[in-house]
Structures are given as structure tokens and as C-alpha cells.
């Protein structure tokens, strides 16, 4: 049995901007055991299988340090990312009665005129300045203020959701030498206070609906029943947080990604019907979901003519499975009308992204707005400063100079 | 605009619900129902639906000879239209 080194290497903040030729070097080498004992995939179809086998278990109770599971909230119950079916399927099921079809399928459509004049609103604010910080001038405050209004947080509380989602995503830095105990506590500390503030904002919203997710979760109630209040905490603090955390590296790495390279920029301000493909060529050639780490097998389980024991934290790759040879054509370069695009970079299987139609709504009208209000718009720094993560990787600021222009 | 929906493709994602309800339905928690000749009003609707299918599962066919046909010849090699949906239509594309 080989062990490596890779995935050491790739939570190693010095590689962030350039993680491409070490998830190369994985897919290479197969399926690996790595020092700590975790298995990582990087290899497109044995991801998508290991993405539908219900031998791979996302229930963070089966993890063998459960101190690092994502998004738990102290004693709370997982959210529904972090459980299997039937258990998954009932909570995730009642959180879709008020966001989704088939009891609300035309909710996220709706949203679309309020997401234009807030991507319009924030670009006129920074209307006659020479520099922009893409990321704190636009790609953070769009999907924030998205999601706080469809859940129901008043705008004047937004400062403690960004403050609080912060500190949970600080928690997530898996950089070797950082001080886990630290961060992990004060990560915690967020997800707590963030709960309850959640609570008490569903609880008031008890008899007195206000057309929110939030109202909704606590008034109505589907053929089952309604969430506890435990669980209820727990999927409201999911929401928030993967709400807009996601999107912002979304809206970020695209405009990079564009800026990078001039002709698409220019052949999408032409076409700008080519945006809905051009940002599914985005999640899948800079993905903001890099990795998934906290799966496991349930059973030994066969990968790639490794067998990947009972119990091992297996780390799907997803960043590195979009960029397969096997499977695209190409998988380095950048193409906005690729067709057969089917990649990860909203996962797949029972656990793929409940808030996908939200982020592919918000980049695309998020990209089209920047293409249309930003004349000449250069890159100052390439690569850019990265948020420590590698799990949720994008630029930490996005410098952009605009040469002319309004 | 004419559609196509692989229902041996189909797993039921509902994204096309999403992005093009007034199109796309779910009846009961997983069949999908659809309206295979798309209104002028909704053709942008329906090609953001097919671009962000999970699994490129719904073909959007231009009448043939119509300057807006979507780029590119033909869509993944297994992707043709299932039948029972209704495909098979001149200038359909898997797109």
C-alpha cells in the first residue's frame, strides 16, 4: 500500500492560487492512501461512482475526527449534508417545500429582478472609481443580501452573518501547522451564536409570516410534518452559510477566469446569451466546492483497484475530476460553449447542491451585469490574494482597474 | 423551439424546474412533464434550463434552417431521444 503526500500538499496554503498540476499529479497516481490515513479520488468516473454509491456514507458521526465535521453546530444534530437517507431525504425534502418545485417551483425564478437591481445598485456604487475590490465591492455583498432576504434576516443584522460566517469558514483551513483547537472552537462559537440567533428570528416568525424561508419552515407544513427545533437550527445555519459562502467564489473566480482570458470576455459581451453555458464551464473549470472531504465507506469498497477500508475518510476531488482527460476533451482550457458539461462542480447524487438553481441564477446575472457596467476592466494582480481554505477556494480580493468608462 | 427530454437520462434533478417553470414540471415528487413546443417567451428560459441539466438530459431542437440554431453539431453520441418522448426531429440538438 502506497502512501503519499498529496493531500498535504494541496491544503498547503502556497499552492491555492495553483492547485491544477497537483490534482494532474492525483489523478496519475491513482487512488492513494495519504499519510493521515485518508483516501483521495481525483479521477472523474470513479468519483461520479463513488457520488451514487450508498456504501459512501456523508453522515459526519461515522467521521473519525468528528471535530472537523463542516457546518456542525455544537450539539445540535447534523443538517442534512451531513446525513444519510431516509434521514437526509425527510429534512431536505421539508426545506425544499418552500424554496423548490414541485410545492414552489417558481420561487428562485421570481428572484431575478430583485438580484438585477441589487447587482445594479452595487455596480452604480462604485460608478467613477478607478479600483474596485471585486470581492468586497460586489461578489460578497450580492449573494449575502440574497440569501438574508429570501431566509428572512433583516438587512440591519447582516454585519453579525458575515462576521459570524467568518469565523465557521476560518474553521475550515486545514493548513498544516495552524492551531486546530483554536479555530475549530472559534468556529464552533460562530455556529452556536448563529443558531440561535436563527431560532429566535424563526420563532418570532410563528403566526406572523412574512412571505420568508424562515416563516415558512415554522408556519406550513407538507405531508412530513414540520423540522424540530434542533433540526430547524441546524438547516437554517446550512442555509446561510452555503448560501452565499459558495457563490461569492463563484462570481470571483469567473470574473478572473474572463480577465484571464480576453477573447471570452470580449465574445460574451457579444453573445451574452452564451452566459448560462459559460458559467457552467466556470463551476466546472474553477469549481468554488474544490473538494469533498468528509465522506465514508461504509463497507471496504473497491476504487480504482484500491481497496479503501471500512471506516478511512475518503476525500473526493472534485476540482480535480472536472479537469479528467477522460472524460472532457481539452480539460485545461476554458471554453464557454463546451457541450456535454456534466461536471462536479455541484457534486452529484442525492447530495447535490440544494442551492444550485439559487448560484447559477446569481453568476449569471451577477457576470452579465459586471460585462455590461465594466468598460476595460483590468486585472492588477494576477494571481490574486486566496482565502486560506481549499475546500471553499477563491480569491480573498479581486483588485480590477477600470481604464474609461462610466 | 422544440424540446426533448432523455427521460433514460432524466434522474429527476428538477434544476429545468427551477430555471424554467412554466415549462418544466414535476408531477408527484419525480416525473417530470413538459411542454415539447416552447413558446417564443420562453426560449431563453428553456436554453438556461438545458445548459444547467446535471445530466444533459433535454435537447433543444431549432426548426431547421432557422439562423438562431444553437452552434455545434449534435450533442453526446448516447444522448438521442428516448423514445416514448416524442424526439426525433430534424435539426434537434443535444445541447
Not at chain 1, 428572484?111 to 445598485?121: K, Q, Y
Not at chain 1, 467564489?249 to 470576455?265: A, E, K, Q, S, Y
Not at chain 1, 482565502?387 to 480573498?396: E, F, I, N, T, W
Amino acid at each position: 500500500m502506497s502512501t503519499d503526500t498529496l493531500f498535504h500538499r494541496i491544503t498547503d496554503y502556497a499552492h491555492r492560487a495553483d492547485p491544477y498540476p497537483l490534482y494532474a499529479e492525483l489523478r496519475e497516481n491513482g487512488v492513494a492512501r495519504q499519510e493521515d490515513g485518508s483516501y483521495l479520488v481525483g479521477t472523474y468516473h470513479e468519483i461520479a461512482a463513488l457520488l451514487h454509491d450508498p456504501r459512501i456514507s456523508s453522515d459526519v458521526r461515522h467521521l473519525t475526527d468528528p471535530g472537523d465535521a463542516l457546518l456542525r453546530v455544537g450539539d445540535l444534530p447534523p443538517s442534512f449534508i451531513g446525513l444519510d437517507d431516509p434521514e437526509h431525504d425527510r429534512q431536505r425534502r421539508i426545506v425544499m417545500r418552500p424554496f423548490g418545485p414541485p410545492h414552489s417551483p417558481g420561487r428562485i425564478d421570481a428572484l431575478h429582478g430583485d438580484i438585477t437591481r441589487i447587482a445594479r445598485e452595487l455596480i452604480d456604487a462604485f460608478r467613477g472609481k478607478d479600483r474596485i475590490d471585486l470581492v468586497d465591492d460586489f461578489a460578497y455583498p450580492l449573494p449575502v443580501t440574497v440569501i438574508c432576504g429570501l431566509l428572512g434576516v433583516p438587512r440591519e443584522d447582516v454585519p453579525h452573518v458575515r462576521a459570524w460566517t467568518n469565523a465557521v469558514i476560518a474553521g475550515l483551513d486545514f493548513t498544516p501547522g495552524t492551531d486546530p483547537q483554536r479555530r475549530r472552537r472559534a468556529a464552533g462559537e460562530a455556529r452556536t451564536a448563529m443558531a440561535h440567533y436563527l431560532e429566535e428570528l424563526a420563532g418570532s416568525r410563528r403566526g406572523h409570516p412574512s412571505g420568508d424561508l424562515l416563516s415558512a419552515l415554522v408556519n406550513d407544513a407538507g405531508p412530513e410534518g414540520q423540522l424540530t427545533t434542533p433540526e430547524l437550527m441546524t438547516n437554517a445555519v446550512l442555509l446561510l452559510i452555503a448560501g452565499h459562502e459558495t457563490t461569492v467564489n463563484l462570481i470571483t473566480n469567473g470574473m478572473l477566469t474572463f480577465l484571464r482570458h480576453p477573447d471570452v470576455l470580449a465574445r460574451l459581451r457579444d453573445e451574452p446569451e452564451l452566459m448560462p453555458s459559460a458559467v457552467e464551464e466556470l463551476l466546472r473549470y474553477e469549481p468554488p466546492v474544490q473538494l469533498l472531504p468528509q465522506r465514508t465507506p461504509l463497507t471496504d469498497v473497491e476504487v480504482g483497484g484500491i481497496t479503501v477500508p471500512r471506516g478511512a475518510p475518503l476525500v473526493l476531488v472534485l476540482a480535480a475530476g472536472n479537469r479528467d482527460p477522460l472524460r472532457f476533451a481539452d480539460p485545461d482550457r476554458f471554453d464557454p460553449a463546451r457541450q456535454d458539461n456534466q461536471h462536479f462542480g455541484f457534486g452529484s447524487g442525492i447530495h447535490n447542491c440544494f442551492g444550485a438553481p439559487l448560484a447559477r441564477i446569481e453568476a449569471r446575472i451577477a457576470l452579465t451585469e459586471l460585462l455590461r457596467h465594466l468598460d476595460t476592466p483590468r486585472l492588477v494582480e494576477d494571481p490574486p490574494p486566496y482565502r486560506r481554505s481549499p475546500v471553499l477556494r477563491g480569491p480573498r480580493h479581486l483588485l480590477v482597474d477600470r481604464v474609461g468608462g462610466g | 423551439m422544440q424540446i426533448v427530454v432523455d427521460l433514460n437520462r432524466c434522474q429527476g434533478y428538477a434544476q429545468c424546474v427551477f430555471l424554467a417553470p412554466r415549462v418544466f414540471e414535476l408531477h408527484g415528487e419525480e416525473a417530470l412533464m413538459y411542454a415539447p413546443a416552447v413558446p417564443g417567451e420562453q426560449h431563453e428560459h428553456v436554453r438556461r434550463a438545458a445548459a444547467a441539466c446535471p445530466v444533459q438530459a433535454i435537447l433543444v431542437g431549432e426548426p431547421a434552417g432557422d439562423g438562431a440554431a444553437p452552434s455545434g453539431a449534435g450533442g453526446p453520441a448516447d444522448a438521442g431521444p428516448s423514445s416514448g418522448a416524442g424526439g426525433g426531429r430534424a435539426g434537434v440538438d443535444g445541447r
